[in-house]
């Protein structure tokens, strides 16, 4: 058995989130496992750019409220206990809810073929996307 220690909470990148969002790391897919862990805390209104995962992803929310939507779906209203799956090259984002914070546990499986990237990520959402309009 081993004990990691966690580094410091590093803030999620500009490039990736609208707001204020931190990242803490559980795992990294190190071989023989596949599944890269975080556990993502978002403020009020933050959320992700539009992005897909090449091998799908998991979330699991285990605070607060938000919101997550697909490409050409509806926004959906997310809470804790709440587990949502994207599939594979789905394009979507996720984040709090306007009032709430909101935090889940973000599983991704690496991508299969070395230089493929696991994340492909796109625009930031707007606000009239985040609201809806």
Known sequence: MEVHRQPATPKGPDTWFTGDVWID??????????????????????????????????????????????????????????VITTPAGEWHWHGAAPDHYMSHITITERAAAPGNPETDWGAHVTDAEYRGE
């Open 25 to 82: 790391g559980i795992t990294s897919g190190e071989s023989p496992a596949n599944a890269r862990v975080s556990t993502v805390r978002f403020t009020p209104g933050a959320r992700t750019a539009w992005h897909a995962h090449a091998s799908g992803q998991t979330l699991y929310v285990t605070d607060g409220q938000g919101l997550t939507q697909a490409r050409s779906g509806d926004i959906v209203a997310i809470r804790a206990g709440d």
